[in-house]
Protein backbone atom coordinates (compact mmCIF):
# COMPACT_ATOMS: atom_id res chain seq x y z
CA UNK A 1 0.00 0.00 0.00
CA UNK A 2 1.51 3.24 -0.95
CA UNK A 3 2.21 5.87 1.88
CA UNK A 4 0.87 9.94 1.91
CA UNK A 5 3.97 10.56 0.52
CA UNK A 6 3.85 8.56 -2.15
CA UNK A 7 0.66 9.25 -3.17
CA UNK A 8 1.09 13.05 -2.85
CA UNK A 9 4.25 12.86 -5.34
CA UNK A 10 2.16 10.43 -7.84
CA UNK A 11 -0.34 13.14 -8.00
CA UNK A 12 2.01 16.08 -8.81
CA UNK A 13 3.27 14.01 -11.89
CA UNK A 14 6.92 13.21 -13.20
CA UNK A 15 7.50 17.18 -13.61
CA UNK A 16 7.71 17.06 -10.17
CA UNK A 17 6.86 20.55 -7.58
CA UNK A 18 6.05 23.39 -8.87
CA UNK A 19 5.84 26.94 -7.51
CA UNK A 20 1.85 26.91 -9.20
CA UNK A 21 0.95 23.66 -6.84
CA UNK A 22 1.67 25.74 -3.43
CA UNK A 23 -1.66 25.90 -2.26
CA UNK A 24 -2.59 22.52 -3.42
CA UNK A 25 0.19 20.96 -1.44
CA UNK A 26 -1.14 22.58 1.49
CA UNK A 27 -4.33 21.98 0.71
CA UNK A 28 -2.97 18.13 1.17
CA UNK A 29 -0.84 19.00 3.75
CA UNK A 30 -3.45 20.41 6.25
CA UNK A 31 -6.00 17.77 5.24
CA UNK A 32 -3.87 14.80 6.29
CA UNK A 33 -2.89 16.61 9.32
CA UNK A 34 -6.07 16.86 10.72
CA UNK A 35 -6.65 12.86 9.47
CA UNK A 36 -3.47 12.16 12.14
CA UNK A 37 -4.77 13.99 14.91
CA UNK A 38 -8.86 13.61 14.52
CA UNK A 39 -8.65 10.60 16.82
CA UNK A 40 -7.28 12.80 19.64
CA UNK A 41 -9.22 15.77 19.02
CA UNK A 42 -12.20 15.08 21.69
CA UNK A 43 -10.05 14.80 24.51
CA UNK A 44 -8.22 18.15 23.71
CA UNK A 45 -8.76 21.77 24.45
CA UNK A 46 -9.59 24.19 21.58
CA UNK A 47 -6.70 26.05 21.08
CA UNK A 48 -4.39 22.45 21.96
CA UNK A 49 -6.28 20.83 18.71
CA UNK A 50 -5.08 23.77 17.15
CA UNK A 51 -1.52 23.71 17.65
CA UNK A 52 -1.55 19.71 17.72
CA UNK A 53 -3.11 20.28 14.20
CA UNK A 54 -0.39 22.71 12.93
CA UNK A 55 2.53 21.11 14.12
CA UNK A 56 1.37 17.46 12.16
CA UNK A 57 0.75 19.76 9.14
CA UNK A 58 4.80 21.28 9.40
CA UNK A 59 5.83 17.69 9.87
CA UNK A 60 4.21 16.20 7.14
CA UNK A 61 5.62 19.01 4.84
CA UNK A 62 8.98 18.34 6.11
CA UNK A 63 8.13 14.22 5.27
CA UNK A 64 8.34 15.05 1.51
CA UNK A 65 11.65 14.18 0.61
CA UNK A 66 10.96 14.91 -3.03
CA UNK A 67 10.61 18.80 -2.44
CA UNK A 68 13.72 20.92 -1.91
CA UNK A 69 14.30 23.10 1.47
CA UNK A 70 13.18 26.21 -0.21
CA UNK A 71 10.43 25.01 -2.22
CA UNK A 72 9.12 23.79 1.54
CA UNK A 73 9.27 26.78 2.92
CA UNK A 74 6.77 28.39 0.79
CA UNK A 75 3.81 25.77 1.28
CA UNK A 76 3.05 27.10 4.36
CA UNK A 77 2.85 30.92 3.12
CA UNK A 78 -0.38 32.60 4.45
CA UNK A 79 -0.25 33.93 0.65
CA UNK A 80 2.10 34.73 -2.08
CA UNK A 81 2.35 38.06 -2.15
CA UNK A 82 2.75 38.56 1.76
CA UNK A 83 5.15 35.18 1.79
CA UNK A 84 3.90 35.45 5.66
CA UNK A 85 3.84 32.58 7.62
CA UNK A 86 0.40 31.24 8.36
CA UNK A 87 -0.56 30.82 11.87
CA UNK A 88 -2.59 27.98 13.69
CA UNK A 89 -5.61 29.79 13.56
CA UNK A 90 -5.73 30.49 10.15
CA UNK A 91 -4.75 26.97 9.46
CA UNK A 92 -7.30 25.26 11.02
CA UNK A 93 -9.75 28.22 9.37
CA UNK A 94 -8.25 26.75 6.05
CA UNK A 95 -8.98 23.50 6.94
CA UNK A 96 -11.96 23.89 7.82
CA UNK A 97 -13.28 25.70 4.09
CA UNK A 98 -11.09 22.86 2.48
CA UNK A 99 -14.11 20.82 3.98
CA UNK A 100 -16.71 22.65 2.95
CA UNK A 101 -14.82 22.78 -0.93
CA UNK A 102 -14.56 19.06 -0.79
CA UNK A 103 -18.14 18.48 0.08
CA UNK A 104 -19.19 20.77 -3.11
CA UNK A 105 -16.68 18.60 -5.28
CA UNK A 106 -18.17 15.59 -4.53
CA UNK A 107 -22.05 17.03 -5.34
CA UNK A 108 -20.20 18.06 -8.80
CA UNK A 109 -18.49 14.82 -9.77
CA UNK A 110 -22.06 12.55 -9.68
CA UNK A 111 -22.63 13.98 -12.92
CA UNK A 112 -19.93 12.50 -14.47
CA UNK A 113 -19.34 9.63 -12.90
CA UNK A 114 -20.15 5.93 -15.03
CA UNK A 115 -18.99 2.80 -15.56
CA UNK A 116 -16.76 3.81 -18.19
CA UNK A 117 -14.78 6.24 -15.83
CA UNK A 118 -12.51 6.39 -13.64
CA UNK A 119 -12.18 8.82 -10.70
CA UNK A 120 -9.20 10.76 -12.19
CA UNK A 121 -11.50 10.62 -15.57
CA UNK A 122 -13.89 11.58 -13.99
CA UNK A 123 -12.07 14.71 -12.52
CA UNK A 124 -10.54 15.81 -15.86
CA UNK A 125 -13.80 16.30 -17.13
CA UNK A 126 -15.47 18.49 -13.54
CA UNK A 127 -11.95 20.64 -14.30
CA UNK A 128 -13.09 20.77 -18.24
CA UNK A 129 -16.16 21.99 -17.21
CA UNK A 130 -14.44 24.61 -14.92
CA UNK A 131 -12.04 25.66 -17.49
CA UNK A 132 -15.04 26.04 -19.69
CA UNK A 133 -17.16 28.15 -17.46
CA UNK A 134 -14.07 30.69 -16.27
CA UNK A 135 -13.23 31.02 -20.02
CA UNK A 136 -16.71 31.53 -20.75
CA UNK A 137 -16.07 28.83 -23.84
CA UNK A 138 -18.50 26.01 -24.37
CA UNK A 139 -16.30 23.21 -26.10
CA UNK A 140 -14.50 25.52 -28.26
CA UNK A 141 -12.67 22.64 -31.10
CA UNK A 142 -9.59 24.31 -32.46
CA UNK A 143 -8.07 21.95 -35.47
CA UNK A 144 -10.45 19.43 -34.43
CA UNK A 145 -9.86 18.95 -30.83
CA UNK A 146 -11.58 20.36 -27.94
CA UNK A 147 -10.25 23.48 -25.94
CA UNK A 148 -9.02 21.84 -22.68
CA UNK A 149 -7.39 23.39 -19.87
CA UNK A 150 -3.65 24.62 -20.44
CA UNK A 151 -0.93 22.24 -17.61
CA UNK A 152 -1.19 23.35 -14.01
CA UNK A 153 -4.03 24.76 -14.64
CA UNK A 154 -6.55 23.41 -11.64
CA UNK A 155 -3.25 24.47 -9.13
CA UNK A 156 -3.92 27.98 -10.22
CA UNK A 157 -7.69 27.99 -9.90
CA UNK A 158 -9.02 25.56 -7.77
CA UNK A 159 -6.83 24.33 -4.87
CA UNK A 160 -8.94 21.81 -3.47
CA UNK A 161 -8.51 19.37 -6.63
CA UNK A 162 -5.70 17.79 -5.80
CA UNK A 163 -6.78 16.78 -2.45
CA UNK A 164 -10.19 15.65 -3.63
CA UNK A 165 -8.26 13.50 -6.74
CA UNK A 166 -5.97 12.04 -3.34
CA UNK A 167 -8.59 10.93 -1.02
CA UNK A 168 -11.94 10.66 -2.70
CA UNK A 169 -12.87 7.62 -5.45
CA UNK A 170 -16.17 8.90 -7.17
CA UNK A 171 -18.28 10.86 -4.24
CA UNK A 172 -16.48 8.66 -1.52
CA UNK A 173 -13.37 8.07 0.36
CA UNK A 174 -11.01 5.99 -1.27
CA UNK A 175 -11.23 3.22 1.37
CA UNK A 176 -7.58 1.69 -0.13
CA UNK A 177 -6.18 4.94 1.05
CA UNK A 178 -3.78 4.02 3.90
CA UNK A 179 -4.53 5.11 7.26
CA UNK A 180 -2.88 8.09 8.81
CA UNK A 181 0.35 7.95 10.37
CA UNK A 182 1.57 11.25 12.80
CA UNK A 183 5.29 11.48 11.32
CA UNK A 184 5.62 12.73 14.96
CA UNK A 185 4.30 12.56 18.97
CA UNK A 186 1.90 15.01 19.58
CA UNK A 187 3.07 17.41 22.15
CA UNK A 188 0.65 20.43 23.60
CA UNK A 189 1.26 22.96 25.95
CA UNK A 190 -1.36 22.09 29.22
CA UNK A 191 -2.18 25.73 29.05
CA UNK A 192 -3.27 28.65 26.76
CA UNK A 193 0.49 30.76 26.53
CA UNK A 194 0.43 34.14 28.16
CA UNK A 195 1.03 37.04 26.41
CA UNK A 196 4.57 37.84 27.36
CA UNK A 197 5.55 34.22 28.99
CA UNK A 198 8.42 32.98 28.76
CA UNK A 199 8.03 29.61 29.78
CA UNK A 200 5.08 26.80 28.86
CA UNK A 201 4.18 23.61 30.36
CA UNK A 202 3.57 20.40 27.62
CA UNK A 203 1.81 17.13 28.00
CA UNK A 204 2.84 14.58 25.64
CA UNK A 205 -0.16 12.62 23.84
CA UNK A 206 0.33 9.02 23.33
CA UNK A 207 -1.01 6.80 20.57
CA UNK A 208 -3.58 4.92 21.91
CA UNK A 209 -3.96 5.79 25.59
CA UNK A 210 -6.78 6.96 27.13
CA UNK A 211 -5.60 10.78 28.08
CA UNK A 212 -8.59 12.61 29.41
CA UNK A 213 -6.71 11.90 33.09
CA UNK A 214 -3.31 13.55 31.89
CA UNK A 215 -5.43 16.62 30.41
CA UNK A 216 -6.90 17.24 34.13
CA UNK A 217 -3.77 17.65 35.87
CA UNK A 218 -3.88 20.99 37.71
CA UNK A 219 -1.07 23.47 36.45
CA UNK A 220 1.64 24.87 38.86
CA UNK A 221 0.18 27.94 41.06
CA UNK A 222 2.03 30.55 39.67
CA UNK A 223 3.37 31.08 35.83
CA UNK A 224 6.60 32.34 35.39
CA UNK A 225 5.71 36.00 33.24
CA UNK A 226 7.97 38.58 32.38
CA UNK A 227 6.07 42.09 31.35
CA UNK A 228 8.25 45.04 31.91
CA UNK A 229 10.22 43.05 34.80
CA UNK A 230 7.53 42.57 37.03
CA UNK A 231 8.00 39.03 37.70
CA UNK A 232 5.67 35.89 38.64
CA UNK A 233 1.46 36.74 38.92
CA UNK A 234 -0.60 34.65 39.76
CA UNK A 235 -3.20 33.00 37.29
CA UNK A 236 -6.29 35.01 36.92
CA UNK A 237 -9.49 32.96 36.91
CA UNK A 238 -10.81 31.74 33.35
CA UNK A 239 -8.75 32.23 30.46
CA UNK A 240 -5.75 33.99 31.01
CA UNK A 241 -4.38 37.05 29.24
CA UNK A 242 -2.68 40.52 30.05
CA UNK A 243 -4.05 43.82 29.09
CA UNK A 244 -1.57 46.28 27.97
CA UNK A 245 -4.32 48.62 26.62
CA UNK A 246 -3.24 52.11 28.00
CA UNK A 247 -6.18 53.84 30.15
CA UNK A 248 -7.56 56.73 28.42
CA UNK A 249 -8.56 58.62 31.73
CA UNK A 250 -9.65 58.21 35.17
CA UNK A 251 -12.38 60.97 36.65
CA UNK A 252 -12.96 59.27 40.28
CA UNK A 253 -13.89 55.63 39.49
CA UNK A 254 -14.98 56.40 36.55
CA UNK A 255 -13.09 55.75 32.53
CA UNK A 256 -13.27 59.14 30.12
CA UNK A 257 -14.12 57.44 27.15
CA UNK A 258 -11.78 58.27 24.46
CA UNK A 259 -14.22 60.08 22.08
CA UNK A 260 -12.30 58.66 19.42
CA UNK A 261 -12.81 54.66 20.58
CA UNK A 262 -15.68 54.25 17.63
CA UNK A 263 -13.55 55.26 14.76
CA UNK A 264 -10.71 53.20 15.94
CA UNK A 265 -12.98 50.13 16.22
CA UNK A 266 -14.37 50.52 13.20
CA UNK A 267 -11.63 50.91 11.33
CA UNK A 268 -10.09 47.97 13.50
CA UNK A 269 -13.40 45.87 12.05
CA UNK A 270 -12.53 46.68 8.40
CA UNK A 271 -9.07 45.68 8.45
CA UNK A 272 -9.81 42.16 10.61
CA UNK A 273 -12.56 41.86 7.45
CA UNK A 274 -9.89 43.04 4.75
CA UNK A 275 -7.26 40.26 6.27
CA UNK A 276 -10.09 37.61 6.30
CA UNK A 277 -10.39 38.02 2.43
CA UNK A 278 -6.97 37.15 1.97
CA UNK A 279 -7.85 33.60 2.91
CA UNK A 280 -10.50 33.73 0.58
CA UNK A 281 -7.46 34.44 -2.55
CA UNK A 282 -7.69 31.82 -5.24
CA UNK A 283 -11.21 30.47 -4.10
CA UNK A 284 -13.82 32.62 -4.21
CA UNK A 285 -13.45 34.84 -7.69
CA UNK A 286 -11.93 38.08 -8.23
CA UNK A 287 -14.55 39.88 -8.96
CA UNK A 288 -16.36 39.19 -5.86
CA UNK A 289 -13.27 39.79 -3.74
CA UNK A 290 -13.25 43.25 -5.40
CA UNK A 291 -16.68 44.17 -4.90
CA UNK A 292 -16.37 43.18 -1.15
CA UNK A 293 -12.87 44.77 -0.64
CA UNK A 294 -15.24 48.15 -1.96
CA UNK A 295 -18.04 47.65 0.40
CA UNK A 296 -15.57 47.67 3.34
CA UNK A 297 -14.20 50.93 2.20
CA UNK A 298 -17.63 52.43 1.71
CA UNK A 299 -18.09 51.61 5.19
CA UNK A 300 -14.81 53.32 6.78
CA UNK A 301 -15.64 56.18 9.05
CA UNK A 302 -15.04 59.89 7.87
CA UNK A 303 -11.67 61.41 8.73
CA UNK A 304 -11.43 63.70 11.71
CA UNK A 305 -12.15 66.90 10.95
CA UNK A 306 -9.28 69.15 9.15
CA UNK A 307 -9.17 71.44 12.50
CA UNK A 308 -8.75 68.86 14.92
CA UNK A 309 -5.88 67.19 12.60
CA UNK A 310 -3.62 70.55 12.19
CA UNK A 311 -4.44 71.42 16.35
CA UNK A 312 -3.20 67.94 17.08
CA UNK A 313 0.16 68.94 14.66
CA UNK A 314 0.44 72.36 16.80
CA UNK A 315 0.61 69.95 19.99
CA UNK A 316 3.15 67.49 18.58
CA UNK A 317 0.81 64.60 18.55
CA UNK A 318 1.40 63.67 14.98
CA UNK A 319 4.58 62.17 13.96
CA UNK A 320 6.65 64.24 11.74
Same mark, same amino acid.
Given at each position: ???????????????????????????????????????????????????????????????????????????????????EIMQPDVAWKRRTLIERELSK???????????????????????????????????????????????????????????????FRGADLDPSFPPARPPKEIVV?????????????? &???????? !??? =? #?? /??? %? @??? +?IDVAGKGEAEPDAGEASINLA?????????????????????????????????????? &???????? !??? =? #?? /??? %? @??? +????????????????
Amino acid at each position: MATFQARIEAELGPRGYENCMRRSVQSVVLYEAHRCVSPQLTSLRPFQRKLAFFDQANALLESLTFMHAHQKSEVMWRTATSKEIMQPDVAWKRRTLIERELSKLREKIKDHMDKSKNHNVACDAMAQVMYESFTKSENVQVDNHVKTPPLNWEHAHNNVLLTFRMYFRGADLDPSFPPARPPKEIVVPAEKPRLGSGQAYF &ITVPGKID !RSA =D #LK /LEP %P @AKY +PIDVAGKGEAEPDAGEASINLAPVVGVVGRDEVKDPDEDRRKALAEVREHLELLKEFEGV &ISDDDIKK !RKR =D #LF /LAL %P @AAP +PAQKIKGAKHDGILAK
